[in-house]
């Protein structure tokens, strides 16, 4: 996803630099597409509990 | 065993949101300050008292203010799971959100056709950075307030879509405090002072 994101935001940055006006709304529209997947997304944010972070350092 | 944890504390999200919004308010407070110095320095063009239309602005004002009076009974049904009023109201907000971007355009393109845009004093460009600024924010609330939505719409509603909706609100009640502001330091103090 930041993958295609960076992609949709290279081309409304490169339409806009070099007057390319219809390259410009591709690049948006991909960008706020891409944002609407991102929030959907159902588990946003997780939590790695203390013992496990432990036990990742133990074993280096 | 479970990572998830959608429902931790959103306080800290809210913490950070307000953070955000007391960055945009020394912004807004530039901006301010930089208006109230150049108000006078029209360099022979129009002043406040020639150009501004107190009516209207008191129009754009009260579409304002009933747009984050609808945001607020959206929240309110949100907080309720009554979804569907929840998007009535939200989808309210969104229209006159608009219509109060439509005003100002008008307004600015009125200014612009009669040859006082930026380019014409430094009181003009003080007023159009300002109130320009304040509605490019509005236009970013109303893209944002689609993006929220849909995936509500795609998944119902939960604790982080909430959250997300409640930071929203925030920032649209904030735009509303910055709009009273420029409503009375930009159109009233310009028109009757």
């Not at chain 2, 009516?55 to 609808?70: D, G, H, K, R, V």
């Not at chain 2, 100002?104 to 009125?110: A, D, P, V």
């Not at chain 2, 007023?127 to 849909?150: C, D, E, N, S």
């Not at chain 2, 509500?152 to 920032?171: A, P, S």
Request: aromatic share 18%.
């Amino acid at each position: 996803m930041p993958f295609y994101m960076g992609i949709f935001g290279f081309l409304f940055c490169f339409g806009l630099i070099w007057y390319m006006f219809w390259l410009v709304p591709i690049g948006f529209i991909g960008l706020i597409a891409c944002q609407i997947s991102r929030l959907s997304e159902k588990e946003p944010e997780f939590t790695i509990p203390k013992a496990e972070v432990e036990q990742m350092e133990r074993h280096r | 065993m479970s990572h998830i944890d959608v429902f931790h504390d959103p306080h800290k999200t809210y913490f950070g949101f307000w953070t955000y919004l007391m960055t945009d308010c020394i912004l807004f407070s530039i901006l301010f300050a930089t208006y109230i110095v150049l108000k006078d320095g029209t360099f022979g063009g129009p002043t406040s008292k020639d150009l501004f239309d107190l009516p209207f602005a008191l129009t754009e004002t009260l579409l304002l203010l009933a747009s984050s009076f609808t945001s607020g009974l959206a929240m309110l049904d949100a907080l309720k799971g009554n979804t569907k009023g929840m998007f009535a109201w939200f989808a309210l907000t969104f229209l006159l959100g608009a219509s109060f971007l439509g005003m100002e355009l008008t307004e600015f393109s009125r200014f612009v056709h009669e040859g006082n845009s930026w380019e014409r004093s430094a009181f003009l460009s003080a007023f159009f950075t300002l109130v320009a600024t304040h509605g490019f924010h509005i236009t970013m609330g109303l893209i944002w307030m689609v993006v929220l939505l849909v995936p509500v719409f795609l998944h119902g509603l939960n604790g982080e879509y909430i959250k997300r909706l409640t930071c929203f609100r925030m920032f649209w009640h904030f735009l509303d405090v910055v709009w009273i502001f420029i409503f009375t330091v930009v159109y009233l103090t310009g028109t009757i002072l």
